[in-house]
């Protein structure tokens, strides 16, 4: 076949994929449009819905945008608070050569799941229903002295009994502090339903140390009610928080230092207490 001949009839296929890919830019560019189209539509949807809602509570749009700031600021602001009351507590378990582990966790009660929060003992008596808590000066709210005294007790060996009132053993009082939007404990020694279940989540932090605790911990932490979550290691005293399923900050008390996640990943921080204090 001539050279010529070749040439023009791949000159030809070549102008024939052009077309083509031509054709195809702009189906793609019409469907892109459409799509663009009903994004826009939708938005404009969801805000209307939202200005109703808004409308029905008898305030402006920027009331409820101030509000809505004021929220993750109280937020922000309890969530520091737990994290500090932690890190104390870690501190004084240095101090006066105790192992004590803690956890606690900052929820919304208006989306709280039921099923995701159960009692750790049968028949367990509500340590915060103590009359000592029900007076306005004795409430448990993080800013108060009596929920010092709530993380102390949580921190406390509980004492079991034989039928003839003889100490046969000491058990850690395991399970999660509840603390609401009022920043008011409300609940001890609450058990976190599901937590096997975040090992197959890859959203969820894998952790490279900890045990049962911090594995409920950093589950809790993914849950819709849950805004923070923290705990202090009984084996190497470091508080951690997490926030949807992973690491914020690591607080390691013999070096009185704070680290991120990355660090957390790149170093083995927490792995025994004898360890933690070769880092001091």
């Not at 046969?168 to 339903?193: N, W």
Request: aromatic residues 8%; charged residues 30%.
């Amino acid at each position: 076949m001539p050279i010529k001949i070749m040439f023009l009839k791949a000159y030809r296929k070549m102008q024939s994929d052009i077309e083509e890919a031509r054709s195809k830019v702009k189906t793609l560019s019409s469907e892109n449009k459409s799509i663009l189209s009903e994004l826009e539509t939708f938005d404009d949807r969801v805000e209307e819905r939202v200005d109703e809602r808004i409308a029905g509570m008898n305030i402006s749009r920027q009331r409820f945008e101030d509000t809505a700031a004021d929220r993750g600021d109280l937020i922000d602001l309890y969530t520091e608070r737990i994290f500090a009351q932690a890190c104390c507590f870690a501190q004084k378990n240095i101090r006066e050569q105790m192992r004590r582990g803690l956890f606690i966790l900052l929820i919304d009660q208006r989306n709280m799941d039921p099923q995701n929060f159960s009692d750790f003992h049968e028949s367990q008596k509500e340590y915060l229903e103590n009359e000592r808590f029900q007076s306005i000066k004795g409430v448990p709210h993080i800013f108060s002295p009596s929920a010092a005294e709530a993380l102390e007790w949580m921190g406390e060996k509980e004492i079991r009994l034989d039928e003839n009132g003889e100490i046969i053993a000491y058990e850690e009082r395991d399970g999660a502090i509840l603390v609401d939007l009022r920043g008011v404990m409300i609940r001890t020694r609450q058990m976190i339903e599901g937590v096997r279940t975040h090992k197959t989540d890859a959203s969820i932090d894998q952790l490279l140390r900890g045990g049962a605790r911090h594995n409920a911990a950093v589950y809790a932490s993914s849950l819709k009610e849950v805004l923070t979550s923290v705990v202090v290691s009984e084996e190497t005293n470091c508080a951690t928080q997490f926030n949807n399923g992973r690491i914020v900050q690591l607080y390691n008390p013999y070096k009185d230092r704070f680290y991120t996640r990355d660090e957390y990943y790149n170093r083995a921080l927490c792995e025994q207490t004898s360890e933690a204090q070769e880092l001091a």
